[in-house]
């Protein structure tokens, strides 16, 4: 397992060399995708139940290899080739390697449902997204998702009746519903609701200042943003 592990902390650092480089090499982000697999089901030989859930290769390495960090990283680098099916195979392969029983896979799901509308399969990502809001309705990623799904085919009343859902007329842009209110906005600027568009628009750019103003006030004081957890915002 040891020897593992080094092969997949020399391929990322290879991954990250060549991006740092503006330098195109794919085949060493699949070749680390391929050693992390054969991790999982070399533990998996040994002790069956090795890293059942995902932050748990992170956590039983002390995060020496940033899993979580390096894989969306990976998602991001085939997202930006347009390698949408490509997306779409490995989301689900992580979603079926792992339980998730202590936290969803939503953002694996979210990046499916994304290569989908990015490919212009708009009904694909719309049947996805329905079976996922269907199945959890009370997650945010899903509920966003949706609001992007049906935007796309051009149901415009059941995008809004999501949004609803989450943020009111009078509520205030926070960092927990930030991604709904991008998909608001969308959804209003598409569908001509130009009072909507604003009032959601103003609601995001008073958010950002206020991040902005808290953050840059924790600068001037020689704060470390590292150790920051979404708690110790004010404004949540």
Same mark, same amino acid.
């Given at each position: 397992?040891?020897?593992?592990?080094?092969? /997949?902390?020399?391929?990322?650092?290879?991954?990250?060399?060549?991006?740092?480089?503006?330098?195109?090499?794919?085949?060493?982000?699949?070749?680390?995708?391929?050693?992390?697999?054969?991790?999982?089901?070399?533990?998996?030989?040994?002790?069956?139940?090795?890293?059942?859930?995902?932050?748990?290769?992170?956590?039983?390495?002390?995060?020496?290899?940033?899993?979580?960090?390096?894989?969306?990283?990976?998602?991001?680098?085939?997202?930006?080739?347009?390698?949408?099916?490509?997306?779409?195979?490995?989301?689900?392969?992580?979603?079926?390697? /792992?339980?998730?029983?202590?936290?969803?896979?939503?953002?694996?799901?979210?990046?499916?449902?994304?290569?989908?509308?990015?490919?212009?399969?708009?009904?694909?990502?719309?049947?996805?997204?329905?079976?996922?809001?269907?199945?959890?309705?009370?997650?945010?990623?899903?509920?966003?998702?949706?609001?992007?799904?049906?935007?796309?085919?051009?149901?415009?009343?059941?995008?809004?009746?999501?949004?609803?859902?989450?943020?009111?007329?009078?509520?205030?842009?926070?960092?927990?519903?930030?991604?709904?209110?991008?998909?608001?906005?969308?959804?209003?600027?598409?569908?001509?609701?130009?009072?909507?568009?604003?009032?959601?628009?103003?609601?995001?750019?008073?958010?950002?200042?206020?991040?902005?103003?808290? /953050?840059?006030?924790?600068?001037?004081?020689?704060?470390?943003?590292?150790?920051?957890?979404?708690?110790?915002?004010?404004?949540?």
């Amino acid at each position: 397992m040891k020897g593992l592990w080094k092969k /997949f902390e020399r391929l990322t650092s290879k991954c990250y060399t060549y991006l740092a480089g503006d330098v195109t090499n794919e085949d060493a982000w699949d070749k680390a995708y391929e050693v992390l697999v054969e991790i999982v089901r070399e533990g998996r030989s040994q002790n069956s139940n090795y890293a059942k859930e995902l932050y748990l290769l992170d956590d039983g390495t002390d995060y020496e290899y940033d899993v979580c960090g390096w894989l969306q990283d990976y998602l991001d680098y085939l997202d930006t080739g347009k390698q949408y099916e490509k997306i779409r195979r490995i989301c689900g392969e992580l979603i079926s390697m /792992f339980s998730w029983e202590e936290e969803k896979p939503s953002d694996f799901r979210f990046y499916i449902a994304s290569s989908f509308g990015a490919e212009g399969k708009k009904k694909e990502a719309l049947e996805f997204c329905e079976d996922w809001y269907k199945k959890e309705s009370g997650n945010i990623m899903g509920a966003t998702a949706l609001i992007y799904a049906r935007t796309g085919v051009g149901d415009f009343e059941g995008a809004e009746q999501i949004v609803r859902r989450y943020i009111s007329e009078d509520g205030a842009c926070t960092d927990e519903n930030d991604i709904v209110y991008m998909a608001a906005e969308l959804l209003y600027k598409v569908s001509g609701n130009k009072k909507a568009e604003k009032r959601v628009s103003q609601a995001m750019k008073k958010y950002e200042k206020e991040v902005e103003a808290y /953050f840059s006030g924790m600068d001037e004081d020689g704060l470390d943003f590292d150790d920051l957890d979404d708690d110790d915002l004010p404004f949540n």
